[in-house]
């Protein structure tokens, strides 16, 4: 779809210079016509023709590289102004040379036109939103070296100003309906050394928490993160809430006299994954919040319904299951009482649900079968519209008072953009990256079904290569997503379209476990992780290999946090992978108990280990690493806490010791879960491609130097 495409800029070069001198050397030729010979004359046609070919031949397409990884520019968070005129949304840069990146607020109208960018070059933004009136577009972001403050932009121009000065800095804020306060949460400041010269010499971690760390966070004290009230024009904030509880997702009432927000205040919080929706007066006035929600699962996401009188939220009704549960859409007032539940028989799950500007219909986003749509259901239940239509992952929506809408939407070939959504039809207002794509010839991108060893239906994708020949068997490469609830749907995938471009069919699967299907479907590996997944993943192998796509002695697999998990169950079972790759994965789950943050959900699906040590051994992949053939690369961060890089250092010493293929083992030191640092990053993804050529594709090279 971006092969042979002119820009305008190249066409009016061409009409400006180009054009214009072919044109005058033709009519002088013309002239001259009766004055030469037959034979000159079309030596002299040929030369123009050659001539107009040669100065005007449309670009040819080229194939996608590791550095335009960092070329693609990510597009998030569409706002849309009160009055329905514009749209703000941040952009995301990467300067690979400087090792950083760089998130910038831009908006662009809602009827289409040029993207004008709002914040500046050399300083990062982010959060934005628009104040009640649309007179101001604020934004959260750390200048001259400070904490994260709320800053804002007057819509008809001059520099941003700061709003805010919390010394520790504010994590997220949310506008007062009459544009004159801001909720925000601002976790509690570190307490000061009794000696200033001791201030910058590094302490103890005093640890008393059950859940006591956190990937990115490090270890757990007690302080929290809190609600506040910002007064415009003040220089301090009022602190509402209070206590050894954190605080979040503040939402005010249609008067402003109240805010709901999200916190779990059980006698043990660390201990269950509760969180109920709270509501708190605004003036400050020191109440206690008043509880509305009472479910033991997760309640979240509150929005007010235009009355004031409704809340609705998501809840998790089965907390007993974990992360295989349902989201669901409930409703209940705002002042508590019995919730009515919206969603129970859809079965699929939901997010960022928001009222209508009449409180009739409630919008939110739905997850299903590989595909992300925004949805619609009456305040009161009943039947699901939904809004948009295809192959689609919807992320993300903004809706005015007057009801116009922007989406987030990505495409299989296409990152995500903003769009416009008018009577069930979307128009693109933003073409962040479409330069850069229309310089690419994509691999093209296929939807399949097929059924796995028990008969059950598994969805998934191909990706073939640009140059893809119907009856050549190509390298294949089996690509499992992280989770393990999670799911592979209709967008855009960088790495994928990476390995088509160097000749690879990629296929990538929804297995059992992954979301969209129902909670029965993602429950299907409850205490039996690498079972059916690992025979939905192999029959994804096999369906492209009786297609004829797939050479059979050819085949890679790899994937990162579940995905490495997966690609570890998968090469202890079968020997038919030339080449895998196992990225940021588990072996061993004993020994992360008391080790990564995931205590709470170890022990609801496997029990405690010295109470049920035969199930935690039984599904480890540790155990049978003696059976892998297959030569693997093991990567990680060195700060890993979601998944601890000792899995990776233990299976990297078990494969080196058997010996019984090659095996190498890659720590990326100050990473964490994520691999966030862009020159890491890209040597990742220069080395997945190094470590499939050798051993999938059978072309030696010098893995040392990738």
């Known amino acids: 779809m971006h092969a042979y ?104 109208p809602h009827e289409g036109g040029e993207p004008l960018r709002m914040t500046t070059v050399g300083s990062s933004a982010g959060n934005p939103r628009w104040s009640p009136d649309g007179k101001y577009l604020s934004f959260t972001a750390s200048r001259n070296k400070g904490k994260s403050q709320v800053w804002a932009l007057d819509r008809r121009g001059g520099e941003a100003q700061q709003l805010t000065k919390i010394k520790q800095g504010v994590s997220s804020y949310v506008w007062s309906p009459n544009g004159e306060s801001l909720a925000l949460l601002v976790k509690d400041p570190k307490p000061e050394p009794e000696n200033k010269e001791d201030k910058d010499k590094p302490e103890p971690y005093v640890i008393d928490r059950l859940q006591f760390k956190r990937d990115y966070a490090g270890y757990l004290d007690r302080r929290r993160t809190h609600l506040y009230v910002f007064n415009l024009g003040d220089t301090a904030a009022t602190q509402l809430t209070f206590g050894d509880y954190d605080d979040s997702q503040p939402a005010w009432s249609p008067d402003g006299k109240s805010i709901a927000f999200v916190s779990n205040r059980t006698e043990e919080p660390d201990n269950n994954s509760n969180s109920d929706i709270w509501v708190i007066s605004a003036d400050g006035d020191k109440k206690e919040p008043k509880r509305i929600t009472t479910n033991p699962g997760s309640d979240r996401s509150p929005s007010w319904s235009p009355d004031g009188k409704t809340i609705v939220y998501l809840t998790g009704i089965e907390p007993e299951i974990i992360w295989y549960a349902t989201t669901h859409l409930a409703t209940i007032s705002s002042s508590g009482g019995n919730p009515k539940l919206l969603t129970k028989e859809l079965d699929r799950n939901v997010g960022n649900p928001s009222y209508s500007e009449d409180g009739s219909t409630i919008y939110f986003t739905l997850e299903d079968s590989a595909e992300r749509h925004l949805a619609s259901i009456g305040k009161n239940g009943g039947s699901i519209s939904r809004l948009t239509s295809g192959g689609i992952s919807l992320t993300g929506f903004s809706r005015s008072k007057s009801g116009n809408t922007a989406v987030l939407v990505s495409t299989p070939q296409m990152p995500r953009e903003v769009f416009k959504l008018q009577n069930g039809k979307m128009s693109q207002l933003t073409k962040t990256n479409e330069g850069l794509l229309d310089e690419i010839a994509l691999g093209s991108v296929e939807n399949i079904t097929f059924n796995s060893k028990d008969g059950t239906e598994v969805e998934g994708f191909v990706i073939k290569p640009p140059e893809f020949k119907a009856g050549t068997k190509y390298p294949t490469i089996l690509k499992i997503h992280g989770g393990p609830v999670s799911q592979y749907d209709h967008r855009f995938y960088f790495e994928m379209q990476m390995y088509a471009a160097q000749g690879y069919v990629v296929v990538f699967a929804n297995p059992r476990g992954s979301s969209g299907y129902g909670q029965e479907f993602s429950k299907q590996i409850w205490q039996d992780w690498g079972n059916k997944d690992f025979d939905d993943v192999n029959a994804a192998v096999d369906y492209v290999v009786s297609k004829g796509y797939a050479d059979p002695d050819r085949l890679g697999v790899g994937g990162w946090s579940y995905g490495g998990i997966l690609t570890n169950y998968v090469i202890t079972k079968t020997g038919r992978f030339k080449g895998a790759i196992s990225g940021a994965s588990e072996v061993l789950y004993v020994a992360n108990y008391g080790h990564d943050h995931y205590q709470r959900q170890w022990e609801k699906e496997l029990g405690l280990p010295w109470e049920n040590r035969e199930l935690w051994e039984k599904i480890s992949p ?85």
């Open 5 to 108: 495409y002119i820009t305008k800029k190249v066409q009016n070069k061409f009409l400006d210079i180009r054009y214009i001198i072919l044109v005058r050397f033709w009519t002088h030729i013309l002239y001259l016509e009766s004055k030469i010979s037959d034979t000159m004359n079309t030596r002299i046609t040929a030369l123009i023709i050659t001539l107009f070919i040669t100065h005007v031949a449309l670009p040819q397409s080229r194939k996608i590289e590791v550095d335009d990884f960092f070329k693609i520019k990510n597009v998030g968070n569409p706002q849309i102004s009160p009055d329905g005129e514009w749209v703000a949304y941040t952009v995301t840069e990467t300067n690979l040379k400087d090792d950083k990146r760089e998130t910038s607020i831009w908006m662009v």
């Open 622 to 706: 540790f155990n049978y690493l003696q059976n892998v053939t297959t030569p693997t690369l093991v990567m990680g961060g060195a700060l890993d806490w979601n998944v601890p890089i000792h899995n990776s250092e233990q299976m990297y010493q078990v494969l080196k010791r058997i010996g019984k293929a090659p095996t190498q083992l890659i720590v990326y030191p100050g990473e964490h879960h994520g691999i966030r640092k862009p020159s890491f990053q890209k040597d990742r993804l220069e080395r997945y491609l190094a470590w499939y050529k050798q051993y999938v594709k059978g072309e030696p090279i010098n893995l040392e130097s990738k």
